[in-house]
C-alpha cells in the first residue's frame, strides 16, 4: 500500500514548520549541576520523610441515624435528561455523599444510548461555577428576599396591565411539555401576558418551506441510521447539529468494519464552502462556492430526472437556474438514484429556502420522505416552528409603545439580538430577569432572579422520536431559597393570580399532575420512570400533503454575489451560542478543525489569504453594508473555498462571569436580524499581530505514518493493504503483531492485561472524549496564557492531520492518549520510580514520589505526559471543591501526571467481582470514561488475555496497526486504520498531492 503524506499546518507544507509554545523550564534561571543534585537529593529525602509521618489520633463517632440511601465511598446513579435547545437526551448522573461528581449517557434512552455530548459533560462545571451564586437584586438593592422581587413584580405588572399595556415573557426555546402547559396555563389566565420565543438565532427555512409544502411548521429530523447515501450541502449533523450526538451515533454505526468479508460502509458527500466537521469525516468532499449551490442541486434535480420521474413542474424550476458542476452533478445524480430511498440529501440551516426547496424535491424523487424512511414526519424537532413572525409581532408592539413590561426568562437579547431591537427593549420601563447569570440583559434589567440550575430542578423532555424523560434534581440548590425558572414563574402566579395557583404547591406538583392527566401516570409508573429515565409516548403523525406547485415557486434563485467577500457567522464546537462561555471546560477545548481555544477567528482559504498578503494571527476588520463592524484575528484553514470567511457566535461576552470576560468578539452584529447566513463584507487589514492559543503544531511528523488509512474498495481485495510498519527485524506475536527482536523476555501476564482499541473510521473528532476525560480525572483548566506556552493538561487530545492538497485535503482524527506502552521510555529514565509498569500492563504515576525532573515527559514520542507548571487547583472559590471527583487524588505544582486507563474504574469493577466471588472482570464491566462518553463507539476497553473479549477479537483485526511500531515501545493501543468509502482513484490521488 501507498503511503500518504501526513500534515498538520500550512506552515509544515511550505516547509516552516517549528516548534512554537515549546514548554518553559521550571527553574527559570541558569544553576549548575551542584545546585540540581543537591535539589534532587532534598526532594528524595524529603519524600522518605514524608512517607513515615503518621497522621494524628483522634476519636471517630459514627453517626446515629445515617442518611437514607447513602453508603460513604458508594456512588449512587440518577436519571436525568439534558435539553441542549429544544433537543433532549437521557443522562444517568453519578453521585457521591449527595454531590453530582459525573455526568454519563443513558443506556435505556434511544437517543443517547449511554454516550454523551461535550455540552452535557461541562453541564456539572456549570453546577458547581461560582459566578451564577447571586442572590436577588432589584435596582441598586443587593440580596432582596424573593418574595419581596415577586410582589415588587406582580404589583408592577397588574399596573401595565390597568394601563392597558401588554407584558412579554422571553423564553429559550425547549421541549418540555410540562413547561408548555405552564405557559399556556398562565396566558389563559393572564390575557394580558404574551410568551415569544426568543431563540439566540434563527435557522428556520426548512420549517418555513415544510409548511408551505408538507402542511408541517416544523422541522424533520433525518434518521442517517436508514441511509446508505448521505449528501450534505454545508449541513453539519456530526457538528453543530442540536442532535448531532443522535447523528453520530447512527452514522458511525455503519462505518465499523469488522472484516474484510464483511466491508459494508455507509457513504458521505459533503459539498461545502466552509471545513465543518462533517465535511472532515466526508468519503468524498466537494469545495465549492456557496453562489454555485444552487446551480449544483439544480444539475442535480434534473439529472436524477434521467434516471427516475421527477414531476416535470420541479424540473421546469430547475431548469431555470443556472447548472454548476455538471460533471459532478452527474456523478452524484447516478449514486442517488441507485441509493432509492436509502440516499438523503440534507442542506444547512444557515442556507436560503431556494436551496431546501432543491433538495426537498430531490428526496421526494428518491422516495426517502415518509414514514419508515430517512425523513420520516413522526421526527418532527419539538418547538421547531417558524418565530419570526411571532417576533416580529413583538417588535411591531414595541414599536407602538404597546408593550410595559418584558420578563427575559434565560435568554439574552443584550448580547445576541440586533441594533433595532436592543433600542426598542432600552424604551420600555419595566424589565426583570430570570436567568442563571447575571448576564448582559440582567444588567440592563430593574430586577433580576437567579434561577437554579437544571441539575438542581424538576422537569420533563420531549426527545424527537416521541421519548419522554424527567428531569429530576440531583443536588438541593446550591443558592439556597432560589427555585427553577418554572418554579419562580409559579411564585410569580400565585402572586397575580392566587384564587387559581394557590393549590399548586411548586413546579414538582405540576408536572406530576400534567403527567397524570396527559399520559395516565401513576405513582407506581413514576418510580419506574425515575429508574430508567424514558416513557414512550405515541404522537400522532401528520399526514404529508405534498403541494409541488409551492415547491416549485421556492426553487429561485438567492442573488448571493459570487465577485463579493461573503462572512458566515456560526455557533461555535465549543460554546454554541454563548450559553456556554462561562465554562473553562469548553472554552479550553480545541475547536476540532482549527485546534484552537480561547478565540473565535476569521478564518478564510489559504487563496484568499495569499491574495491579500495575510497571515494566521493577521488582525483585519470585517465590516457590512450597514456599518456593522467586527476586528478578528485571521485564521488560514485549508479547504475552505476562496472568497468566503467563517467565524464563529457565543464569543465577546461583557457580563456573566470571570471566565468568558475577553474571550473573543462579539459576531452577533453581523447577522441579518438575527438570522444566520452569508453577507457580503468588506476586510481591511489593521497592521497588528494577535496570539493565538493552539494545540496542534508542536510536534514535526518527520514522515513517519502515524494514521494509516485506505479505500474500502482496496481494503476489501484479496490482496488489500496490511496495516503495520515492516521496516523494522523482528518475529510475529501472538496477535499477529510483528515485536522487535529484543534480548529482553517478554513479561506473562497471569491475570488481567489491559488494553485499548481505537477505530479511526467512527471517530468522529466530536471531543466529547476530552471534557469527559477531564471530569473524570480532576483536570484543571489552565487558560489561555498557558496554553500559548504549551502547558495544557488535557490527558487525551484529538490529533487532526490533514492529507492531500491545502486547497481541498482530506482529514483524519486520531485520538492520542498515553499508551500504556509495555517497553515504555518514560519508565527507563524516571530517577525515582514514579512510573512503573503494573503486573496488569497499565503505565503507573505514583504522584508523590514525583519530583519534577520531566525527564519522562522528554522521552515519551507519543507527546502525551502533562506537567503542572502551577498549582491550577489552589485559590479555587467555593464550590467549585464539590466538583472533584473523590476517587482520582488532586495533583499539585511540579508533578507528572498522564492517562490512567481510569485505573480507578478498573478497581472499582474488581472490587465488585470480589464481593460477587469471581476472580476476573467481566467484558464491559470497566468502561472508560473516554470509552463511555464516544457516540461514536471508536474507543473500546477491555481485557486482552480473554480471548473472547470485544477488544482482544478487534486488535486482531487486519486494520490494526500500532503507532510508531517500529520503536519497540510496545504500546497497550491499538488502532484500525482509517477506510474511505471512495473511489480508489480519489484515494491514489491524495497520495500523489
Not at 433525518?222 to 451515533?249: F, K, M, Q, S
Not at 496490511?722 to 521496516?727: V, Y
Request: a neutral charge; aromatic letters at 8%.
Amino acid at each position: 500500500m501507498g503511503k500518504h503524506k501526513l500534515w498538520q499546518s500550512i506552515e509544515e507544507v511550505h516547509g516552516e514548520a517549528h516548534e512554537p509554545n515549546a514548554p518553559e523550564p521550571l527553574l527559570e534561571q541558569p544553576f549548575s549541576r551542584r545546585r540540581f543534585m543537591a535539589l534532587l537529593s532534598a526532594s528524595m529525602a524529603l519524600a522518605a520523610g514524608s512517607a513515615g509521618c503518621r497522621r494524628p489520633d483522634h476519636k471517630l463517632v459514627p453517626a446515629v441515624a445515617a442518611p437514607e440511601y447513602q453508603i460513604p465511598g458508594l456512588p449512587l446513579f440518577y436519571t436525568t435528561t439534558f435539553q441542549h435547545k429544544n433537543a433532549a437526551f437521557g443522562l444517568l448522573v453519578k453521585c457521591r455523599e449527595g454531590r453530582p461528581i459525573k455526568i454519563e449517557g443513558n443506556n435505556l434512552h434511544p437517543i443517547s444510548g449511554g454516550a454523551s455530548t461535550a455540552y452535557a459533560q461541562a453541564n456539572l462545571l456549570t453546577l458547581y461555577d461560582p459566578d451564577r451564586i447571586r442572590r436577588v437584586r432589584m435596582g441598586n438593592t443587593l440580596r432582596v428576599p424573593l418574595e419581596t422581587a415577586l410582589t415588587r413584580l406582580a404589583e408592577a405588572l397588574k399596573e401595565e396591565a390597568a394601563a392597558g399595556r401588554l407584558c412579554y415573557l422571553c423564553i429559550e426555546e425547549h421541549c418540555s411539555p410540562s413547561y408548555e402547559a405552564l405557559l399556556k396555563a398562565l396566558q389563559a389566565d393572564l390575557p394580558w401576558l404574551r410568551v415569544v420565543f426568543m431563540p439566540s438565532f434563527l435557522a428556520e427555512h426548512a420549517a418555513a418551506l415544510n409548511a408551505q409544502v408538507l402542511g408541517i411548521d416544523g422541522e424533520i429530523v433525518p434518521n442517517l441510521e436508514r441511509a446508505d447515501l448521505i449528501v450534505t450541502v454545508e449541513a453539519d449533523p456530526l457538528g453543530i447539529d442540536r442532535y448531532a450526538l443522535w447523528h453520530t451515533r447512527n452514522f458511525a454505526a455503519r462505518r465499523r468494519v469488522r472484516s474484510r468479508q464483511e466491508a459494508r460502509m455507509n457513504r458521505l458527500v459533503a459539498i461545502e464552502a466552509i471545513m465543518s466537521l462533517t465535511g472532515t469525516n466526508a468519503d468524498t468532499r466537494l469545495r465549492m462556492h456557496p453562489a454555485a449551490f444552487e446551480g449544483f442541486l439544480a444539475a442535480v434535480l434534473r439529472e436524477l430526472a434521467r434516471h427516475r420521474p421527477v414531476p416535470s413542474v420541479l424540473v421546469n424550476a430547475a431548469a431555470q437556474l443556472p447548472a454548476a458542476y455538471a460533471e459532478q452533478a452527474a456523478q452524484l445524480a447516478e449514486e442517488l438514484h441507485r441509493a432509492g430511498e436509502r440516499a438523503a440529501v440534507l442542506v444547512g440551516g444557515h442556507l436560503g429556502e431556494p436551496l431546501h426547496a432543491l433538495a426537498l424535491a430531490i428526496n421526494l424523487a428518491l422516495g426517502s420522505v415518509g414514514q419508515g424512511r430517512v425523513f420520516d414526519p413522526a421526527y418532527v424537532l419539538p418547538n421547531s416552528h417558524r418565530k419570526q413572525p411571532e417576533l416580529e409581532r413583538f417588535r411591531e408592539d414595541l414599536r407602538a409603545g404597546k408593550v410595559g413590561a418584558v420578563l427575559f426568562a434565560n435568554v439574552n437579547p443584550e448580547y445576541t439580538a440586533d441594533a433595532e431591537l436592543r433600542q426598542l427593549l432600552a424604551r420600555v420601563g419595566r424589565k426583570a430577569a430570570l436567568s442563571l447569570y447575571h448576564d448582559e440583559t440582567a444588567q440592563s434589567c430593574w430586577i433580576h432572579i437567579p434561577v437554579a440550575h437544571p441539575l438542581e430542578s424538576w422537569g420533563d423532555a420531549l426527545a424527537v422520536d416521541g421519548t419522554l424523560s424527567v428531569q429530576q434534581p440531583l443536588i438541593a440548590p446550591l443558592n439556597e431559597g432560589i427555585g427553577s425558572l418554572q418554579d419562580v414563574l409559579l411564585q410569580l402566579a400565585k402572586v397575580l393570580a392566587p384564587e387559581r395557583w394557590s393549590e399548586v404547591e411548586s413546579y414538582y406538583d405540576f408536572v406530576r399532575r400534567h403527567w397524570r392527566t396527559t399520559y395516565g401516570v401513576d405513582d407506581q409508573q413514576w418510580e419506574q420512570i425515575l429508574r430508567e429515565g424514558i416513557y414512550r409516548v405515541q404522537r400522532p403523525v401528520p399526514p404529508l400533503r405534498v403541494d409541488l406547485n409551492a415547491l416549485a415557486r421556492a426553487i429561485r434563485p438567492s442573488g448571493l454575489d459570487r465577485s463579493r467577500l461573503l462572512l458566515l457567522a456560526l455557533p461555535s464546537y465549543a460554546l454554541y451560542d454563548g450559553t456556554y462561555a462561562n465554562c473553562g471546560w469548553l472554552q479550553e477545548l480545541p475547536d476540532p478543525i482549527t485546534k484552537l481555544t480561547w478565540d473565535n477567528v476569521a478564518a478564510i482559504s489559504p487563496g484568499t489569504a495569499h491574495q491579500l498578503g495575510l497571515k494566521s494571527g493577521d488582525l483585519v476588520r470585517l465590516q457590512q453594508e450597514d456599518g456593522a463592524t467586527i476586528e478578528l484575528p485571521v485564521w488560514v484553514q485549508p479547504g475552505m473555498a476562496d472568497g468566503v470567511v467563517l467565524t464563529n457566535l457565543g464569543y465577546g461576552r461583557t457580563a456573566g462571569g470571570e471566565v468568558l470576560r475577553n474571550v473573543g468578539q462579539n459576531a452577533y452584529p453581523l447577522l441579518r436580524s438575527g438570522h444566520l447566513g452569508y453577507t457580503a463584507v468588506q476586510l481591511t487589514p489593521l497592521g497588528r499581530r494577535y496570539p493565538l492559543a493552539t494545540t496542534q503544531r508542536y510536534y514535526r511528523l518527520q514522515g513517519r505514518p502515524i494514521v494509516q488509512l485506505a479505500s474500502l474498495e482496496e481494503y476489501t481485495r484479496p490482496e488489500g493493504p496490511q496495516f503495520h510498519s515492516p521496516e523494522f527485524p523482528g518475529y510475529p506475536g501472538p496477535d499477529g503483531r510483528r515485536i522487535p527482536l529484543t534480548i529482553v523476555p517478554p513479561y506473562e501476564y497471569k491475570g488481567h492485561r489491559w488494553w485499548m482499541v481505537v477505530d479511526l473510521s467512527a471517530c468522529t473528532g466530536c471531543g466529547a472524549c476530552v471534557v469527559a476525560c477531564q471530569a473524570e480525572n480532576n483536570i484543571p483548566v489552565v487558560g489561555k496564557e498557558q496554553v500559548l506556552r504549551g502547558r495544557e493538561m488535557h490527558w487525551i487530545r484529538i490529533d487532526r492531520y490533514y492529507v492531500g492538497s491545502v486547497e481541498n485535503p482530506r482529514v483524519v482524527h486520531q485520538p492520542m492518549l498515553c499508551q500504556h506502552c509495555e517497553n515504555a521510555p518514560c519508565e527507563n529514565v524516571c530517577p525515582v520510580a514514579a512510573t512503573t509498569h503494573s503486573p496488569e500492563g497499565l503505565n503507573e504515576m505514583t504522584y508523590n514520589r514525583c519530583v519534577g525532573t520531566r525527564y519522562c515527559l522528554n522521552n515519551c514520542p507519543y507527546k502525551v505526559r502533562r506537567f503542572n507548571f502551577l498549582n491550577y487547583h489552589t485559590d479555587q472559590r467555593p464550590p467549585l471543591e464539590m466538583l472533584f471527583n473523590p476517587d482520582v487524588t488532586v495533583r499539585m505544582r511540579g508533578v507528572m501526571e498522564k492517562c490512567t486507563f481510569c485505573v480507578q474504574r478498573i478497581n472499582e469493577a474488581k472490587y465488585h467481582a470480589k464481593d460477587e466471588g469471581r476472580s476476573r472482570v467481566r467484558d464491559g464491566e470497566v468502561l472508560t470514561a473516554c470509552q463511555q462518553a464516544c457516540p461514536a463507539g471508536a474507543i473500546l476497553f477491555g481485557d486482552a488475555n480473554d480471548p473472547e473479549s470485544r477488544v482482544s477479537q478487534l486488535r486482531r483485526s487486519d486494520r490494526a496497526f500500532s503507532v510508531l511500531e517500529e520503536l519497540n515501545v510496545r504500546p497497550s493501543i491499538t488502532y484500525l486504520a482509517k477506510l474511505w468509502n471512495a473511489p480508489v482513484e480519489q484515494v491514489h490521488q491524495l497520495r500523489e498531492s
